[in-house]
């Protein structure tokens, strides 16, 4: 069966060679815009792609306000200190992530605590999030406190995994209640809505990536989405070393950070956002081929949410059972057809094994039997 779907992928990326996870394409204006930033010398903190990016992303996604920033992990971590995370708080997010999550979390003095992932959407189950604090947490005054350790939890940061939306209606909820932030780790999700709604742009603060691996690229880079005005405006000024502007003084008016996207980054990020919707409709037509592909065999595909219209970032399926997937994994890496398993579960890394967790059960289940497949948005399709 391994063998069969390796052919099928063959067939689908029509090459004998080496076919990636997910690949960038440049097929537009990127050679030009970037050859314009270094025409221009503006290729750092100053230029007017970050602005040109910035109103772009804001257009696509609807976002008050959208400030962009070196990388996905810098965004997380201006959205969690503008949510007022602090030193001895708590953060609670999914088992199953990427680590920058959790790294911002650790970075700024705080804790993860793990929750676990919906089969509806492989991101934050809303149940479990609930359960979690039902069993760990108690709402006083002052806001929702951890009962063991009587730290502050601030925050929940749930992720939209392979860019299938989380049940943002339903977090919403359990965020409201127990009085916490709402800060959506978007960084798959670009191009991914919640009924009608971006992704990133429920929460008070949403954070975007675009790595080289990403639905589009800036070679590194991200995005604070921002719900109000004002925090943008905060968020801008955080990522630019809370620099006052003056025609020649240097002041600063509090300790911040040096996260904003230089201008040649930009470049690229303009001229990949014209392709945006090309690639969008090329990755649901990829989606396609895998989901007819694997309808009636023993995998499972995962297709989007009902709520939702995912992005399809990266293409997956759930095996029966864990040697299906180790057989899977090995055959189709042997043969040159990159596939992954997901992450190894956050509380498996040393750094956060001792972080506090809610039950995990269909975390580990997706650890053993999910394999994510080649993805890259290619132009070829029938
Ligand atoms: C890619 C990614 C990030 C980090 O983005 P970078 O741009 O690589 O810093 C964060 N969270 C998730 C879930 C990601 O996939």
Not at 132 to 153: D, F
Not at 203 to 224: D, E, R
Not at 234 to 260: C, G, I, M, S, W
Request: net charge negative.
């Amino acid at each position: 069966m391994a063998k069969q779907v390796v052919e099928f992928i063959r067939e689908l990326f029509k090459t004998d060679g080496f076919i990636p996870l997910h690949a960038p394409t440049f097929q537009g204006n990127e050679k030009r815009y970037v050859t314009n930033t270094i025409d221009s010398t503006f290729v750092s903190s100053v230029g007017e792609y970050v602005d040109e990016f910035e109103r772009k992303l804001e257009q696509f996604t609807h976002s008050e306000k959208v400030v962009a920033t070196v990388n996905g992990t810098s965004a997380l971590h201006t959205s969690l200190y503008l949510a007022g995370v602090a030193t001895g708080d708590m953060v609670i997010t999914q088992a199953l992530t990427f680590v920058a999550t959790c790294n911002v979390i650790t970075h700024m003095g705080a804790e993860p605590v793990f929750v676990d992932v919906s089969p509806v959407s492989l991101g934050m189950c809303p149940h479990a999030l609930d359960e979690y604090l039902q069993a760990s947490a108690r709402l006083t005054e002052t806001g929702c406190i951890h009962i063991a350790t009587g730290k502050t939890i601030k925050a929940v940061v749930p992720m939209h995994t392979f860019g299938h939306p989380v049940e943002l209606e339903k977090l919403s909820a359990v965020c409201d209640k127990w009085h916490l932030v709402l800060v959506e780790d978007a960084a798959e999700s670009l191009g991914s809505y919640y009924q009608d709604k971006h992704t990133g742009t429920v929460g008070a603060f949403g954070a975007l990536s675009f790595n080289g691996n990403k639905i589009i690229t800036t070679g590194g880079g991200g995005a604070v989405l921002c719900k109000r005005k004002e925090d943008g405006v905060r968020a801008k000024h955080l990522t630019t070393q809370a620099k006052v502007p003056h025609p020649y003084e240097f002041y600063h008016d509090e300790a911040a950070f040096n996260f904003r996207m230089p201008n040649i980054n930009a470049a690229l990020g303009c001229a990949q956002m014209e392709q945006l919707p090309v690639f969008l409709a090329n990755k649901r037509r990829l989606a396609a081929h895998y989901q007819d592909y694997f309808e009636n065999t023993q995998f499972q595909f995962v297709k989007e949410p009902s709520y939702a219209r995912s992005n399809y970032w990266l293409n997956a399926v759930i095996c029966p059972d864990t040697a299906t997937r180790n057989e899977l994994l090995t055959t189709t890496n042997d043969a040159g057809v990159m596939t992954r398993p997901v992450w190894q579960l956050m509380h498996r890394l040393p750094m956060f094994a001792d972080a506090d967790r809610g039950e995990l059960t269909y975390s580990e289940y997706l650890e053993g039997h999910l394999v994510n497949l080649p993805s890259s948005p290619v132009t070829h399709f029938s």
